[in-house]
């Protein structure tokens, strides 16, 4: 009895996981880096960018199916994309060339 309760729970859980539930994955800038410098994502996440610097931003990807671009983030503002496709493109910024991130959709 008390196994049957716990399977049923699992299957629940694995459900929930799967399905409906979109993640909110944050990318912080700071010190001109990111933090993470990778992230895996699900097709339906978001992925929020804060910057902690006290520099402009502009996060772009030039990947070929994955191109973006947020245009100038100040100090302190947040920014969000939705992962409408999976694959795994680069994150980069046009003011600092030497930030870079790694997103893996699946
Ligand atoms: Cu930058």
């Known amino acids: 009895m008390v196994g049957k309760i716990a399977l049923g729970g ?3 859980l694995a459900l929930t996981v799967g399905t409906a539930w979109a993640a909110d994955i944050v990318v912080e800038q700071q010190n001109k880096a990111f933090t993470p410098t990778s992230a895996a994502a699900q097709v339906g996440d978001t992925l929020t960018f804060t910057n902690g610097d006290l ?11 994955h191109e973006f671009n947020l245009g100038g983030q100040s100090p302190g503002e ?9 694959g795994t493109f680069e994150v980069e910024c046009q003011i600092h060339p ?8 699946k």
Not at 98 to 105: Q, Y
């Open 10 to 12: 699992a299957v629940a």
């Open 55 to 65: 520099y402009t931003h502009n996060m772009f990807s030039g990947t070929l199916g």
């Open 78 to 86: 947040k920014k969000s994309i939705t992962l409408t496709k999976a």
């Open 98 to 105: 030497r930030m870079h991130l790694t997103v893996t959709v």
